[in-house]
């Protein structure tokens, strides 16, 4: 059984950083896609960022390219989301997912974690 556990999210000014980690376990992670999706509050799940498989290529939507970045530890199992200089349309609850299918859904999301960027 895939599964998909964020945490990291948390309440913090603008300008400051976090770290989000997506433990992946039920299926042989370094071999796929992953990828960080978020939504906030009344809005549609919006794509933030990809990294293929065997720390391959990355991607970034142009509202957070330049101060987010994704990374992945194939060992641990585990997908990061490292954001600086977050800003208040930041906050959403952020999911990590696997499998895009066409437009914005994925098969397979985990439960996410909150994060909120507020002065």
């Known amino acids: 059984e895939v599964q998909l556990v964020e945490s990291g999210g948390g309440v913090v000014q603008p300008g400051e950083s976090l770290t989000l980690a997506c433990a992946a376990s039920?299926?042989?992670?370094?071999?796929?896609?992953m990828y960080w999706v978020r939504q906030a509050a009344g809005k549609e799940l919006e794509w933030v960022s990809t990294?293929?498989?065997?720390?391959?290529?990355?991607g970034y939507a142009a509202s957070v390219k330049g101060r987010f970045t994704i990374s992945r530890d194939d060992a641990k199992n585990t997908l990061y989301l490292q954001m600086n200089n977050l800003k208040t349309e930041d906050t959403a609850m952020y999911f990590c997912?696997?499998?895009?299918?066409?437009?914005?859904?994925?098969?397979?999301r985990g439960q996410g974690t909150q994060v909120t960027v507020s002065s």
């Open positions: 997912a696997r499998d895009r299918q066409s437009g914005n859904t994925w098969t397979y």
């Open positions: 039920g299926f042989t992670f370094e071999q796929y896609t």
């Open positions: 990294m293929g498989p065997f720390s391959g290529a990355t």
